[in-house]
C-alpha cells in the first residue's frame, strides 16, 4: 500500500518531469507560429509560410503514434519508469539540438529539412511519455482518489505552455526584433539541455508501478501487448479516440493559432498575446486538480462530457471575444475557454486507464491518446489557417470545433464508468448493470 505522502511525491515528479518533457514539445509550437516561417521558409509569401511552418508542427504529432506503439510495447513488458526516462532523455536533447540547427540562409533547403527530422523524434519521444507518466500516478493511487492524483501529470500540460511562452516572453522582451530572429530565438530551445537533467534526476528516484510489479510476481506480462490491444480492444480505443475530438482540436487552435489568429489577423502585439496565454495557462494548471476530484465523486464520464459540451457551447462566444482586439477580453476568452478544456484533460488518465487490463494497459493508453493527436491535434493549426483564409471569418473553424463536440460525446457514451473501483491485473467486461455498480462506487 502506497501511504498519502509516497503518492503526492510521485504525483509531483510525474507533473515535473511532464511538465519539462511537454515544454520542448510546446516551445516548438510558439515558435513555429512566430519565427520559423521567416528562418526556415523565407521563399514563401507570408500565409503559405506559416502554413509551412505549422506543417512542420503537425510532423511531430504523425510520429506520435508510432512512439506510442514502441514505448508502450517495452512500458508492458519492461517496465513504466525506465520507459519515462529514456523518452525524456530523448526528447531534452532533440529540442537541444534545434537550437543548433542552421536556418535557410546559411545551408538552404537542408534548413527545413532537419527541422522537420527533429520534429518527427520530438514527436516520437513524447509518444511514448503521456502513457507512462499517467500510469505511474493512477496505478499508485488510491482508487477513491485516482481522478484528483491523476489530473496532477496532466497540469504539466498547460504548465509547459506556460514555461514555455514565458521563456519566449522573457527572450523576446529583453532583446531587439533583430536580434531574437538572428540568435535569441535558439536561447528557449537550449534550455531545455539544463532542464531535462533534472527531469532524470526525478524520474529515476520514483519506484515503479504496483500494478507492474503484479504483473512480473504473478508472470501475466502480455508478450505482445499492441496485437492484444488492436485485435481485442478495438471498439473500446476507437471509442476514446472519438471522445478526444473536441479537446483535442480545442487546445490546439486556443494555444496555437490562437498566436497566428491575433498577430496576424487582429494585429495585437505579440507580447500582448503571449501574455493572455500565459495567464490562461495559468488558471488551467491549478484548477485541473479540481476536476479530477470531482470526477472521483461524480464520475469521470459526467465530468468530461460536461467539458466537452461546454467547448461545443463557447468556442463561437471564445472567437467574438477575440475579435475585439481588446486586451481584458483576449484574457478572458483565453482564461474561460482553457478552464473548461482543462476538464476534460484532467479526466483523461483516470478514465483512460480504468478501459484497459494492466498488462497491455500502457500500449492502450498510448495508442488511443496518440493516434487521436494524429487525427485532431495536428491538423487543427493547419486547417485553422485554411479555414479563415477561405472565409476570411472566424466561423468555419468554430463550426469544425463543435463538430468534433458532438464526435466526443458519441464517443465517451460508448466508454465504461470506473471510478472508485480498484485496478486488477484485469479489467471487467462492462455489462448491463455496469451504471449501478459504478454509482455505488462512487458513493
Not at 514565458?166 to 536561447?187: H, K, Y
Request: charged share 10%; proline share 5%.
Amino acid at each position: 500500500m502506497v501511504d498519502n505522502s509516497d503518492i503526492r511525491r510521485i504525483a509531483w515528479s510525474s507533473a515535473i518531469g511532464a511538465t519539462l518533457e511537454w515544454y520542448d514539445f510546446f516551445i516548438f509550437g510558439s515558435a513555429a507560429a512566430l519565427i520559423f516561417n521567416k528562418l526556415f521558409f523565407p521563399a514563401f509569401d507570408p500565409v503559405a509560410g506559416t502554413i509551412a511552418s505549422l506543417a512542420t508542427f503537425a510532423i511531430g504529432f504523425i510520429a506520435r503514434p508510432l512512439g506510442g506503439i514502441v514505448f508502450g510495447q517495452f512500458g508492458d513488458r519492461i517496465g513504466r519508469k525506465a520507459m519515462l526516462v529514456m523518452s525524456l532523455t530523448m526528447m531534452g536533447g532533440v529540442t537541444f539540438l534545434i537550437g543548433l540547427l542552421p536556418t535557410y540562409s546559411q545551408v538552404g533547403v537542408t534548413a527545413p529539412l532537419l527541422l522537420t527530422f527533429l520534429r518527427f523524434l520530438q514527436g516520437f519521444a513524447v509518444g511514448g511519455e503521456w502513457g507512462g507518466a499517467t500510469l505511474m500516478v493512477i496505478e499508485h493511487a488510491p482508487a477513491k482518489k485516482r481522478g484528483a492524483f491523476g489530473s496532477w501529470p496532466q497540469c504539466g500540460i498547460p504548465a509547459a505552455l506556460l514555461l514555455s511562452i514565458g521563456v519566449m516572453a522573457l527572450t523576446t522582451s529583453v532583446m531587439s526584433a533583430d536580434q531574437f530572429t538572428a540568435w535569441g530565438w535558439r536561447i528557449p530551445f537550449l534550455v531545455s539541455g539544463v532542464l531535462v537533467v533534472f527531469g532524470i534526476f526525478l524520474r529515476r528516484s520514483v519506484s515503479e508501478s504496483p500494478s507492474f510489479k503484479k504483473l512480473q510476481k504473478a508472470n501475466a506480462k502480455d508478450r505482445l501487448p499492441i496485437a492484444t490491444v488492436l485485435k481485442h480492444e478495438k471498439r473500446k480505443t476507437v471509442a476514446i479516440i472519438a471522445a478526444q475530438a473536441a479537446e483535442n482540436t480545442s487546445f490546439y487552435a486556443i494555444v496555437v493559432y490562437s498566436l497566428v489568429y491575433l498577430t496576424q489577423d487582429l494585429h495585437v502585439p505579440r507580447p500582448l498575446a503571449l501574455r493572455a496565454l500565459m495567464i490562461g495557462a495559468f488558471l488551467q494548471t491549478i484548477t485541473q486538480p479540481i476536476f479530477g476530484a470531482l470526477s472521483d465523486r461524480i464520475g469521470r464520464k459526467r465530468v468530461y462530457m460536461g467539458g466537452m459540451i461546454f467547448i461545443g457551447l463557447f468556442i463561437f462566444p471564445f472567437y467574438a471575444m477575440l475579435h475585439t482586439a481588446s486586451f481584458p477580453m483576449i484574457v478572458a476568452a483565453i482564461s474561460i475557454a482553457l478552464i473548461g478544456q482543462g476538464s476534460t484533460q484532467a479526466t483523461q488518465p483516470s478514465l483512460m486507464g480504468e478501459q484497459y487490463a494492466a498488462s497491455i494497459r500502457y500500449s492502450g493508453v498510448s495508442v488511443a491518446y496518440q493516434f487521436a493527436t494524429v487525427i485532431w491535434s495536428g491538423p487543427t493549426p493547419i486547417l485553422a489557417a485554411l479555414l479563415v483564409g477561405w472565409a476570411g471569418s472566424y466561423w468555419p473553424l468554430a463550426a469544425y470545433i463543435v463538430l468534433a463536440s458532438v464526435i466526443s460525446v458519441i464517443g465517451i457514451t460508448q466508454l465504461r464508468e470506473a471510478a472508485g473501483q480498484e485496478l486488477g491485473l484485469k479489467e471487467p467486461t462492462p455489462t448491463d448493470d455496469d451504471a449501478a455498480r459504478q454509482t455505488a462506487a462512487v458513493a
